[in-house]
């Protein structure tokens, strides 16, 4: 079939002048039409012998779509220059064919469309609830048609499972049609309309490039409609946006409550989604296997099938559950009746039977939240004896006090709270109860009558110990449910499942914590609406993510215990809140990271926490050397703020003790220290020692180099000042090229090149020396950071040194980024190089967190300095400052992390490599221990500034902090603390290698 034919019947019959190129279909001639201004159509010549009430069905609905939602996302029908929309026009062989035309929808099919977040798939919800809105009133004869794809029919397959030859599979679907089976009476009696039908991943379609937000951008192909219960609609599109998705019932759930938003369901829809998806999935695999049979020959029929198969088998979703959660998301009650007992709850607060036998309206609270608490010390590890001493402050000589509801807590550190295979996977961190801690043995009294539902002994680290839950039941014949946690396991002696306990009856008693689950002694008490995917496995604590399904099924408990709502309800300080108060208060260039800010409210070792506890790995901050929250470095400071913080105008030997430290990781003839506040401060004190030494003022830097942000450290700083708005270069200031063998000028197959990059100091100098100002030094990142994580070839830094002392300089090494061992084979850069500096500048990284930095120099160059005037930094050198930086230095040493660095580099770059390898956008992967950058390109090998955000934001969706660096903001930076695992690399190079994917596919 040649494209001049109907080339030429495009611009006869609609006058448009186009290129033609084949788009797939099955039966039909689908063309994409571009005409000159770069405007596009399809073009569809449908089959010979194709019904018209079938075209003329789709075009119809189409254009009724137009007429009354006219801004609707699909395709509109172009009539012909006649006025006509559908055409019987000729084909090459005389065959006639039904012809017509719409416009092009920008983006691509959902298929093929990443990431597919929750927000773009509420957002296909949206669209797909419009189009059933907007279709309710359409009418067509063939809506009435009789087809294997109307999910009305789908009992058809009862008879054909014995084309499933593997028993198991076949099980699985007499299973599943089954439960259709009970399902066709309720179908029945819902009303009918015309519904899209057939809302596959190739049926959506998606735009938005790379870094911008995806949109639905269409809906298409309208060839499989029929009239049938909406909710058919959305369970068709349902089982296609489970397929292989990490998170099916997120997913899930994200579909849903976008439809409801558009076009609300009821509770009974919603009821049988999951059923119906199931439904669709074994027609279409019942359907292929049939084809199969049919053509053996084709293998795409049979690979079709996978997704399906992985998701019937593979899934371990309880329907119960999941409905509670499609029910939560749409705000419709999580089970029948659940409005009711709310209500019930609310009649009655005040009248129940005190569950402590005392009045808890004067009862103190204790938070153990995460922006208000310390426990526990490691949030992955909480040991018996630190859990039975968990909220000890809020102890007042046995008096009751209680825990919030709702209250996001890092004390369930037990690898069953975490939802995924890393330490920075989604974990369960929200309290879904009141609890009331008091000592063990007090008694606890059953709020109103109930019966035993379970009674039960839990002895696992953490669990409930012994637990009681009650079911009870409102006047009009509700049920809810209650549950009593960590206590005495006497009860199982007592109490047994049918038990009636009455109201205000004492039936259990507090735990003590070799009972109760290891616990400080407390009643964990918690209400549910449902047991239903529970059973009685409560969870006590939720996912963050998922409370809009936990709130509805475990409300806050506080009408039972007498009390209002918000006295026991936890409200974290939300993120939106501090940033309004950032942006009023603070300057506009004090930067935030990510497009969504992460608000961190505590740490350990390379771990980070926001306010509702979700973990993230932190690939990123360097300043956190030894780890975040450093038992050790807590100590030490806390153990000085409680003796004296001196200066150094006084004597004390921690000051030395510190000095001979770090003087023992340098050359001998490093002799003198100088402590300082910040690495700002060392560059600029570093600055003034070279002139006072040399007598000039004159600098050379390389290019895109960053040492502070005071005016001196500015000016050396090109980083800062030739960014637009920058101060511009001093005169004083000459700049060299970055040596970049990636990207400079001289590359890595050249084998002179670190002396050719050396080179490139000499006309700075003379420059220098012919405006008179002299060399006073050269200073330089060892390896270049914010230049982009660049590692100078072997042998640059000592031919450049060699340029400058000719010229009578003094060459200043700042090892802020890269000293104290994260190199893992060198404790210093410039040990790799093999240069001897004559100042090197420490900064953040040596105190942990704790404001300090350093400057070490020779006795001639500070004897130079010495020149009456007192040099004098307040908290430099302060007793605690001092102690804080030799511990960091002891723990490097006795924690093994220089080595650690060594080893978790090596296994991280070999991780890159491999992605290097992949993925054509990964430009380089370069770098040393944990000093590591992945420099990012376009198809053209120029820097991919966008591509970087993009993962770097991405990465943060997948809870890894990473940064970005270079001129062109094109590199990743891998920079973690040096207690990173194994675990942890693999998980960066695993969650970046699925980043890259999306990459790929965009």
Same mark, same amino acid.
């Given at each position: 079939m040649t494209f001049a034919h109907w080339s030429a019947a495009l611009r006869e019959h609609w006058g448009i002048d186009a290129e033609l190129s084949r788009l797939d279909g099955e039966y039909d001639l689908n063309f994409l039409a571009k005409d000159n201004g770069d405007q596009g159509y399809i073009l569809k010549a449908m089959r010979p012998g194709c019904e018209k009430w079938l075209v003329d069905m789709q075009v119809k609905a189409l254009e009724h779509i137009a007429s009354n939602e006219p801004e609707f996302p699909c395709p509109r029908v172009i009539p012909s220059t006649a006025g006509e929309s559908l055409l019987t026009l000729p084909d090459e062989d005389g065959q006639d064919r039904l012809v017509?035309?719409?416009?092009?929808?920008?983006?691509?099919?959902?298929?093929?469309?990443?990431?597919?977040?929750?927000?773009?798939? +509420?957002?296909?919800?949206?669209?797909?609830?419009?189009?059933?809105?907007?279709?309710?009133?359409?009418? +067509?004869?063939?809506?009435?048609?009789?087809?294997?794809?109307?999910?009305?029919?789908?009992?058809?397959?009862?008879?054909?499972?014995?084309?499933?030859?593997?028993?198991?599979?076949?099980?699985?679907?007499?299973?599943?049609?089954?439960?259709?089976?009970?399902?066709?009476?309720?179908?029945?009696?819902?009303?009918?309309?015309?519904?899209?039908?057939?809302?596959?991943?190739?049926?959506?379609?998606?735009?938005?490039?790379?870094?911008?937000?995806?949109?639905?951008?269409?809906?298409?192909?309208?060839?499989?409609?029929?009239?049938?219960?909406?909710?058919?609609?959305?369970?068709?599109?349902?089982?296609?946006?489970?397929?292989?998705?990490p998170e099916p019932e997120t997913a899930l759930a994200a579909l849903v409550a976008g439809y409801h938003e558009a076009y609300p369901l009821t509770p009974a829809e919603v009821d049988i989604i999951w059923p119906l998806l199931r439904a669709r999935l074994a027609v279409s695999v019942v359907n292929s296997t049939m084809m199969a049979a049919d053509n053996p020959d084709d293998p795409y029929v049979t690979i079709s099938q996978a997704p399906a198969w992985r998701f019937l088998e593979g899934n371990t979703l309880h329907g119960g559950l999941l409905t509670a959660r499609l029910r939560a998301a749409c705000g419709l009650p999580v089970v029948d009746g659940a409005d009711r007992v709310l209500a019930w709850l609310e009649q009655e607060r005040g009248s129940f039977a005190p569950l402590m036998g005392q009045d808890l309206a004067d009862a103190p609270l204790g938070s153990l939240s995460v922006e208000h608490s310390a426990w526990p010390q490691n949030p992955f590890h909480m040991p018996l004896e630190e859990a039975a001493r968990v909220g000890e402050e809020f102890e007042d000589n046995g008096r009751v006090w209680l825990g919030y509801y709702h209250e996001p807590r890092?004390?369930?550190?037990?690898?069953?709270?975490?939802?995924?295979?890393?330490?920075?996977?989604?974990?369960?961190? !929200?309290?879904?109860?009141?609890?009331?801690?008091?000592?063990?043995?007090?008694?606890?009294?059953?709020p109103l009558c109930g019966e035993v539902f379970a009674a039960e002994y839990r002895d696992g680290h953490l669990d409930y110990g012994g637990v009681i839950i009650l079911k009870h039941e409102t006047p009009e014949g509700d049920s809810f449910f209650t549950l009593y946690g960590h206590l005495d396991p006497e009860i199982l002696d007592r109490l047994k499942p049918g038990d009636t306990v009455e109201k205000g009856e004492e039936f259990c008693r507090l735990g003590a914590p070799g009972q109760n689950g290891g616990w400080a002694p407390h009643v964990h008490f918690q209400l549910a609406l449902t047991?239903?995917?529970?059973?009685?496995?409560?969870?006590?604590?939720?996912?963050?993510?998922?409370?809009?399904?936990?709130?509805?099924?475990?409300?806050?408990?506080?009408?039972?215990?007498?009390?209002?709502?918000?006295?026991?309800?936890?409200?974290?300080?939300?993120?939106?809140? !501090?940033?309004?108060g950032r942006r009023a208060h603070f300057g506009g260039n004090l930067s935030l990271t990510y497009n969504d800010p992460v608000m961190l409210m505590r740490g350990w070792k390379h771990h980070l926490f926001d306010e509702w506890g979700r973990p993230y790995l932190d690939a990123y901050n360097n300043v956190p050397h030894v780890g975040h929250a450093h038992p050790r470095i807590h100590a030490v400071a806390a153990d000085q703020l409680k003796r004296v913080n001196s200066n150094t105008r006084y004597l004390h030997p921690a000051q030395t003790a510190f000095a001979d430290k770090l003087l023992s990781k340098l050359p001998d003839h490093f002799e003198v220290c100088f402590f300082v506040?910040?690495?700002?401060?060392?560059?600029?004190?570093?600055?003034?020692?070279?002139?006072? +030494?040399?007598?000039?003022?004159?600098?050379?830097?390389?290019?895109? /180099?960053?040492?502070?942000?005071?005016? /001196?450290?500015?000016?050396?700083?090109?980083?800062?000042?030739?960014?637009?708005?920058?101060?511009?270069?001093?005169?004083?200031?000459?700049?060299?090229?970055?040596?970049?063998?990636?990207?400079?000028?001289?590359?890595?197959?050249?084998?002179?090149?670190?002396?050719?990059?050396?080179?490139?100091?000499?006309?700075?100098?003379?420059?220098?020396?012919?405006?008179?100002?002299?060399?006073?030094?050269?200073?330089?990142?060892?390896?270049?950071?914010?230049?982009?994580?660049?590692?100078?070839?072997?042998?640059?830094?000592?031919?450049?040194?060699?340029?400058?002392?000719?010229?009578?300089?003094?060459?200043?090494?700042?090892?802020?980024?890269?000293?104290? /061992?994260?190199?893992?084979?060198?404790?210093?850069?410039?040990? +790799?190089?093999?240069?001897?500096?004559?100042?090197?500048?420490?900064?953040?990284?040596?105190?942990?967190?704790?404001?300090?930095?350093?400057?070490?120099?020779?006795?001639?160059?500070?004897?130079?300095?010495?020149?009456?005037?007192?040099?004098?930094?307040?908290?430099?050198?302060?007793?605690?400052?001092?102690?804080?930086?030799?511990? !960091?230095?002891?723990?490097?040493?006795?924690?093994?992390?220089?080595?650690?660095?060594?080893?978790?580099?090596?296994?991280?770059?070999?991780?890159?490599?491999?992605?290097?390898?992949?993925?054509?956008?990964?430009?380089?992967?370069?770098?040393?221990?944990?000093?590591?950058?992945?420099?990012l390109v376009n198809a053209d090998g120029s820097e991919a500034t966008e591509i970087c955000s993009y993962i770097k934001n991405r990465m943060r969706d997948h809870r890894i902090l990473i940064g970005s660096e270079g001129p062109k903001d094109n590199i990743l930076k891998i920079r973690p603390p040096l207690t990173i695992e194994a675990e942890d690399t693999d998980m960066i190079v695993e969650i970046l290698d699925s980043i890259l994917q999306e990459v790929e596919a965009a």
């Open positions: 017509w035309l719409v416009n092009q929808l920008p983006g691509r099919c959902y298929a093929k469309a990443e990431p597919k977040s929750d927000a773009l798939i +509420h957002e296909v919800g949206q669209v797909l609830g419009g189009s059933a809105k907007v279709l309710a009133d359409f009418r +067509h004869e063939g809506l009435k048609r009789d087809f294997k794809w109307d999910l009305m029919r789908a009992g058809w397959i009862r008879d054909q499972l014995s084309c499933i030859s593997d028993p198991a599979r076949r099980a699985t679907l007499e299973g599943i049609s089954e439960d259709f089976a009970k399902l066709e009476s309720v179908l029945a009696e819902l009303p009918k309309q015309a519904i899209h039908n057939d809302a596959n991943d190739y049926n959506i379609m998606v735009a938005g490039e790379l870094g911008e937000t995806r949109r639905v951008s269409g809906l298409i192909d309208l060839g499989d409609m029929c009239a049938a219960p909406r909710v058919c609609d959305l369970a068709i599109a349902a089982a296609y946006i489970v397929l292989d998705h890092l004390i369930y550190t037990d690898a069953a709270f975490r939802k995924g295979p890393w330490k920075a996977s989604n974990r369960r961190t !929200v309290h879904l109860a009141v609890d009331a801690f008091a000592p063990a043995g007090t008694p606890v009294f059953a047991t239903e995917g529970i059973e009685t496995d409560w969870p006590g604590v939720g996912d963050p993510d998922d409370m809009y399904l936990w709130r509805a099924l475990c409300p806050n408990p506080a009408a039972l215990l007498n009390l209002p709502d918000g006295k026991v309800e936890y409200a974290p300080t939300r993120k939106e809140d !501090v940033l309004a506040n910040s690495g700002t401060e060392a560059n600029e004190l570093a600055l003034r020692l070279a002139r006072a +030494h040399t007598g000039a003022k004159g600098m050379v830097s390389p290019d895109h /180099g960053y040492h502070g942000n005071t005016t /001196g450290a500015m000016s050396i700083s090109a980083y800062k000042f030739n960014k637009p708005g920058g101060i511009g270069q001093a005169d004083w200031v000459e700049l060299i090229e970055v040596a970049d063998d990636y990207r400079g000028s001289f590359r890595r197959d050249d084998p002179d090149r670190a002396q050719k990059f050396a080179d490139l100091a000499d006309p700075a100098i003379l420059r220098l020396q012919e405006k008179g100002h002299g060399i006073a030094g050269f200073i330089a990142e060892t390896f270049p950071s914010v230049g982009g994580q660049i590692i100078p070839p072997k042998g640059y830094l000592p031919a450049v040194y060699d340029k400058i002392r000719a010229a009578g300089g003094v060459c200043i090494a700042d090892e802020v980024q890269t000293g104290l /061992g994260r190199l893992g084979e060198f404790y210093f850069g410039f040990e +790799h190089q093999g240069a001897m500096p004559d100042i090197v500048v420490m900064g953040k990284p040596i105190g942990n967190g704790h404001p300090l930095g350093l400057l070490v120099t020779t006795k001639a160059i500070a004897e130079s300095f010495d020149n009456g005037i007192e040099f004098f930094s307040t908290f430099g050198g302060s007793t605690l400052s001092c102690r804080t930086g030799k511990e !960091v230095l002891d723990i490097v040493d006795d924690e093994g992390l220089q080595d650690n660095a060594r080893r978790q580099g090596v296994r991280l770059i070999n991780g890159l490599k491999m992605l290097q390898q992949k993925y054509t956008c990964v430009g380089d992967v370069r770098g040393m221990g944990l000093f590591l950058g992945l420099e």
